[in-house]
């Protein structure tokens, strides 16, 4: 039997930024009806295929067909009326606007010019239905939190050019790691709306770190490493082990030599202790100790309160309750600087909008903290700031190793890395880490976590939160387990403490 035609095939494609080749004459294909994984490490050049395709950045050389006739976009836009919708993983909706409106931006209902608010109202609720959630589409889009805002983000992706008379319908579906803020359930509700489109004949284009849902949801998978086309496999032809040598290039399981670390025993004694620790609408008092070189893992679903938790214990939040105390002396935690001064460092698990500077340079970035801790009267010396950015990047492998890039125009590993040498540099006694790993690769994943396990074994304390379990049992002393803005147990790492273990007390709600 003849294979289909491909509803999208790219050929040759080049992309060239001042100084780097991109994309060095890449093809890849899709076909109707299937769901198409596209992998490779960040950097790789994922983004950069997906902005060239949608019209986002110009093609430097190759072809691109669409069902079958040359296409070639100067905007998203016009990528869209012909088809080919994209939600990208960070949310670009407006939080000002009800769900409905933000649906239909753009594309609203009218009559005799006046747009037609029931109408409208009434057609969002029926898309939402469709994926199964329970929201109020007249409320504001700022009344959801992220999970529920990124599905919006699809729903209106897939409502694009559906029955509207604009646009071709959609062919072409492009999620850019659309699951990186969902939780299981809400993963799931997004899988089932995917393979209902992928029966209706729409091809997807999925992008994801997490590689157990690439081999759970996808039929194909494109290799991308440092902007070339590796190889393009069926799934079920390739192993994930199989894929990582793929992806990184050499034949190296970097997250098997963590499962094989056996956690240190020998923590020190208390150095912070939280008693009573709470914050109205935040998570409710709590009691926490955290011991010199121990690592401690929150674990939680999704608003369990683990941000909540980490952002008291920096004074990023002001609490309304308790206390904290470091090494025996009670410090306030009204503000950041607090925490700064008692030797907290905080990374956000939102790096861009509450970490990073974009348009700063990778130096400036790094040495952001250490000179606010000194003070803006007191500059560092030029040399000496050299000295320590060189560390840092030759310390944690930042690529490009160019201290006067724009950390902006990184990957997102490398962009995580930048953040931890910005706290790394002031040599802090506790690192909270939120989500240090989303949406970062699997060689950077491998590169942090095992950073982590190093930074306990010299007697640094780290506050650990993850979404992934095996994560958090993977580098954890002791685990903190939440639920509805509680802290509802205290694990002792172990070989009785599973995932399934964990979800279990989640369930409960209470220490088994």
Request: a negative charge; glycine letters at 10%; hydrophobic letters at 40%.
């Amino acid at each position: 039997m003849a294979e289909p035609r491909p509803v999208l095939e790219m050929t040759g494609i080049v992309k060239e930024f001042p100084g780097v080749r991109a994309l060095s004459g890449v093809d890849f294909r899709l076909f109707p009806g299937e769901i198409h994984a596209l992998m490779g490490e960040n950097g790789a050049g994922k983004s950069t295929m997906i902005k060239v395709l949608t019209g986002v950045y110009s093609l430097d050389g190759g072809t691109i067909t669409l069902d079958g006739k040359s296409v070639r976009f100067a905007s998203p836009l016009q990528a869209q009326q012909a088809g080919i919708n994209t939600v990208y993983q960070e949310v670009n909706l407006c939080p000002n606007l009800s769900v409905a409106e933000n649906i239909f931006i753009g594309r609203e209902p009218t009559r005799f010019g006046r747009i037609q608010w029931k109408r409208m109202r009434k057609e969002a609720a029926e898309l939402v239905d469709r994926l199964g959630l329970d929201i109020d589409v007249t409320a504001p889009l700022s009344a959801y939190p992220l999970a529920v805002q990124q599905l919006v983000a699809i729903v209106r992706s897939v409502s694009t050019g559906d029955g509207d008379g604009e646009g071709q319908g959609t062919k072409v579906l492009v999620l850019d790691e659309p699951t990186s803020s969902l939780d299981r359930d809400e993963v799931l509700e997004l899988f089932r709306l995917m393979r209902r489109l992928k029966d209706d004949g729409v091809a997807i284009l999925f992008v994801s770190h997490f590689l157990d849902q690439i081999y759970e949801i996808c039929d194909r998978m494109t290799v991308l490493r440092n902007g070339t086309l590796v190889g393009e496999h069926m799934v079920s032809d390739l192993d994930q082990v199989g894929l990582i040598q793929l992806m990184i290039g050499k034949e190296l399981d970097k997250l098997e030599e963590l499962h094989e670390h056996q956690l240190r025993a020998d923590v020190g004694e208390t150095l912070l202790h939280a008693e009573g620790l709470g914050r109205t609408g935040g998570i409710a008092p709590f009691d926490l100790e955290i011991k010199k070189g121990e690592v401690v893992g929150l674990a939680g679903l999704l608003g369990s309160g683990r941000t909540e938790l980490a952002r008291l214990l920096f004074g990023a939040d002001q609490p309304d309750s308790g206390k904290v105390t470091v090494d025996d002396k009670q410090v306030p935690m009204n503000a950041p600087n607090d925490a700064i001064g008692a030797g907290v460092a905080f990374c956000s698990e939102n790096r861009k909008a509450e970490g990073l500077v974009p348009d700063l340079t990778v130096r400036e970035n790094i040495i952001l903290a250490l000179q606010a801790a000194r003070g803006w009267t007191r500059p560092i010396p030029a040399a000496q700031r050299d000295e320590l950015v060189a560390k840092y990047i030759k310390a944690l492998d930042i690529r490009p190793a160019n201290p006067e890039a724009r950390v902006g125009q990184l990957s997102g590993g490398n962009q995580q890395k930048v953040l931890l040498a910005r706290w790394l540099i002031t040599q802090p006694k506790l690192l909270i880490l939120d989500e240090p790993t989303r949406g970062i690769d699997i060689g950077a994943k491998a590169e942090i976590q095992k950073l982590v396990v190093s930074l306990s074994e010299d007697g640094m304390s780290v506050l650990y939160i993850a979404a992934e379990l095996e994560e958090v049992l993977r580098l954890s002393h002791t685990i903190g387990v939440l639920r509805d803005r509680k802290l509802v147990a205290r694990l002792t790492n172990g070989p009785e403490i599973t995932p399934s273990r964990i979800l279990e007390t989640i369930a409960s709600g209470e220490h088994q």
